[in-house]
């Protein structure tokens, strides 16, 4: 089994397609793990704000294979195969970490948003904050406490079972 962390962004119909997302991951991998859902503005465009948030899980599929299920995923809920990167989403599901995997190719493992994005490191934070990043040798809470703009983010209260 390999340990994944998948982050999970949506500002198009938000509860409808965190909770489809989260029900979907559920159908690739077990022992889910959720972490606490963030708003917070779009970033690189000026749109509606997004609910972002990490799910980790275990799977027994490969890289490619669970990549696969992901855009799969991401297009049973209509997300546009051709989307580019700044654009509204109904779903966007991209793998932050791939057990101990490291790739400059797509996808890039481990992802440069963990360094770049407050809705990326927070939520990964919440999960695993003593987890080490591979190619990197800092524990994610080292990362996140060089974050900036972690004050961006609005926690939101769940509003389904999570269990």
């Not at 409808?16 to 859902?37: F, R, V, W």
């Not at 997004?50 to 490619?64: G, H, K, P, Q």
């Not at 809705?119 to 524990?139: A, K, T």
């Not at 809470?141 to 703009?149: D, E, K, P, T, V």
Request: aromatic content about 10%; some cysteine; glycine content about 4%.
């Amino acid at each position: 089994m390999t340990t994944v962390y998948v982050g999970v962004g949506s500002n198009i119909e938000r509860r409808k397609h965190i909770e489809a997302a989260i029900e979907e991951l559920s159908t690739i991998g077990n022992q889910l793990q959720i972490s606490t859902i963030y708003e917070c503005a779009s970033v690189g465009f000026n749109s509606a704000a997004f609910y972002n948030l990490v799910v980790a899980l275990e799977t027994r599929l490969s890289l490619s294979d669970f990549a696969a299920q992901l855009r799969a995923i991401e297009s049973r809920w209509g997300r546009d195969p051709q989307a580019k990167k700044f654009q509204d989403r109904t779903l966007d599901l991209d793998i932050i970490l791939f057990g101990e995997l490291v790739s400059a190719q797509d996808p890039e493992l481990p992802r440069s948003d963990i360094f770049k994005y407050p809705f990326v490191i927070q939520p990964l934070y919440d999960l695993s904050p003593e987890r080490i990043v591979p190619n990197d040798g800092r524990s994610v809470r080292q990362i996140w406490q060089q974050a900036i703009n972690l004050e961006s983010l609005n926690p939101v209260k769940p509003w389904f079972d999570i269990n």
